[in-house]
């Protein structure tokens, strides 16, 4: 059995030692007699499974006491509502346009309050992070709302906004764990799993303690980030498994030298594939340099043809899912943190094969 490059958006690539791992303890988790999937959330081998994917992740995200990190359901799309549900106080939030993910939360969020668009980049189809202007922040918003990086699109803030005393509030789905992010800057960062963490299913929120408990009193419970925080992410069944699996991911990050680390890794991977993009005569990137993603990388040839036929050639070569997003056309590599170097080796040799028979 061959395991091929595959460049999903998500759900994306694993980590091949953890799934062997998992595959070692999926019958018999570690003298249990049982999968981890058949454990109650309550006993104490789960108790063990979820306060070391904690330990883990504040470890190597160094995230400060005064925050909470709650695994929960719904995905990031969730967090749309969720977020304002627990934060409006004042009705009023600063969101930056920077694609159909921010469209996705503006959406939400507009159902519960005014939403002040600070800046957007439909103008371009969202090919670059928007110029932030503080007079156009509000002053009294309950927070100020981005998406770090754009997963359909391969933008990425390159700095935050400095937002003072209203918290920033950051969609971190894409590039949460790719590389160093000081928490101490964030009011909510959120993420779902299925690109940087595990499988799809659970939702990490890291939440700075007084954001918890301002929530409206007719707030469904379920929906309330306190909760959660009170209940330790156990008020009712967890996704245990993703849960799980989320923390053999931390390790295997941590084993491997940190987030640092990882960065490094994936700065180099990025930079191999668009200097690739940016030497190449058939290949473009769409995106502004200075916004670039190094978590997902779109380039086009301009021709519909052209890119079907690229994209199929790849998929023979066992580069799969290379396929750009439908509102976008062309190729996207995502190339997260599992993404091996030797991945995007292959993917830049077969560019090169591909533009010199189709000049
Ligand atoms: C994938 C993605 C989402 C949607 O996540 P779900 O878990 O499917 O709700 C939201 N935001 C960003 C930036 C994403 O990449």
Redesign the pocket.
Known sequence: MARVYNFS??PAMLPEEVLKKAADELVDYRGAGMSVMEMSHRGKEFKGIIEAAEADLREIMDIPGNYKVLFLQ?????QFAMVPLNLMKNKKADYVHTGQ?TK?AIAEAKKLGDVNIVASSEDETFTYIPELDPRKFSKDADYFYI?T???IYGTRYAELPETGEVPLVA????NILSERTDVSKFGIIFA????NIGP?GV?IVIIREDLIGNAPEELPTLLNYKTHSEAFSMFNTPPTYSIYMAGLVFRWIKERGGIKAIEEKNLKKASMLYDHIDGSDLFKSPVRKEDRSIMNVPFVTGDAEMDAKFIAGASERGLKTLKGHRTVGGMRASIYNAMPVEGVEALVKFMEEFEKNNA
């Open positions: 958006a998500g719904g995905g990031a799309s969730l993910w996705k998406c990086n754009n997963t969609d971190m789905s894409s779902g799993a299925q690109k799809a939702t």
